[in-house]
């Protein structure tokens, strides 16, 4: 008789470049994000800079390694799309951009990827890209509603989000603040946009459990806990978790009273620190050391995670959650299920 062997999943991976190989990437990144993306270059250890030639390659050469160096077993690949004005017209804003079709190829080429589309519900050619996006096994769906400006309660994204939710594809939304990239709208952070897509039947995955990014931001989760009670299509991640004022939101998941709602998820390339968890009293000094001489910060993160108390569910239930996609596509590695013998 078998049992069934639960894949370990990152839903929060960002696929980064700056172009210059011909990927359709760029980067504008100026003072405080300039500083930002520095910072998180060094982390994950790439030897060249944001703008050297062979970035894209050495960057995603490097994200690669990581997934198959940790516990996990595949990592969702998040495109970026360019920010649009309400006429569906391309707007001059933002500090990096992550074509569709990279991240497609990327996860053709890497089964260890599975990819999620980035489509601003504002362009002329959203549905007709949506469409696109689905029939080359898109899993979910990636936006940053106070990033990219998008109101997600107007109703003349109704019929974008009725395709989303006859097709099965989720909506990883960025809730909360925001100190990596540049803010269009702050309104957008609160998870009460999220409403109307949710009425419609949209899955959302509310990112970073509408945590604050700063203690001057907001920290939404308690009113995130009571739209869960609400909408059983509401989920969260514990992306970003690990960094100084994030860490409380990790506290409160860890003792969340719905933790089939909660999945994991990491934020690379954005640091993850090991003493705040420490801090907090969700690990001990050991546990930290040990933290501290991973330099895989997608292991980070799953170790970190795992000390502090989260069950082995929480790296496996948004296998659940993705949009399906059949395993002879070339797009993933295997089914996220798959048989084992029993012991």
Request: glycine content about 6%; overall charge negative; hydrophobic content about 40%.
């Amino acid at each position: 008789m078998s049992v069934p062997v639960r894949k370990k999943i990152d839903c929060h991976v960002h696929l980064v470049g700056n172009g210059k190989s011909g990927s359709g990437c760029w980067m504008r990144m100026t003072g405080w994000h300039r500083l930002m993306g520095e910072m998180m270059r060094r982390m994950i250890g790439m030897p060249v800079g944001v703008w050297h030639e062979d970035f894209d390659e050495i960057y995603l050469q490097r994200l690669v390694e990581s997934v198959r160096e940790s516990s996990l077993d595949h990592a969702l690949l998040l495109a970026q799309d360019e920010v649009y004005h309400a006429d569906g017209t391309k707007r001059d804003f933002g500090s990096f951009h992550v074509p569709n079709d990279y991240v497609f190829r990327t996860c053709r080429e890497h089964p260890e990827f599975l990819p999620a589309a980035s489509i601003h519900p504002s362009r002329k050619d959203a549905i007709e890209e949506l469409d696109r996006c689905l029939s080359m096994g898109a899993r979910a769906l990636k936006l940053l509603p106070n990033c990219h400006d998008v109101d997600c309660s107007d109703p003349r994204y109704d019929a974008f989000w009725q395709r989303m939710a006859d097709a099965g594809l989720p909506l990883l939304a960025h809730t909360g603040g925001e100190m990596t990239v540049p803010v269009a709208n702050p309104a957008y952070q609160d998870p009460e946009t999220l409403r109307r897509p949710l009425e419609i039947g949209v899955k959302v995955i509310a990112a970073h459990c509408a945590s604050n990014s700063s203690f001057w931001d907001r920290n939404y989760f308690p009113q995130l806990i009571g739209m869960m009670q609400e909408f059983p299509n509401l989920y969260a991640d514990t992306s970003a978790l690990n960094t100084p004022v994030r860490s409380a939101a990790l506290e409160h998941a860890l003792d969340c009273k719905m933790p089939e709602r909660l999945v994991h998820g990491s934020d690379f390339p954005v640091p993850i620190g090991t003493w705040y968890a420490l801090l907090r009293g969700m690990i001990d000094s050991d546990d930290r050391r040990q933290a501290a001489r991973i330099g895989n910060l997608l292991e980070r993160d799953y170790f970190l995670k795992s000390r502090a108390g989260f069950a082995e569910s929480h790296f496996t239930q948004i296998a659940q959650v993705l949009r399906p996609w059949p395993s002879s596509k070339p797009v993933e590695k295997s089914d996220e299920i798959l048989p084992s013998s029993s012991q």
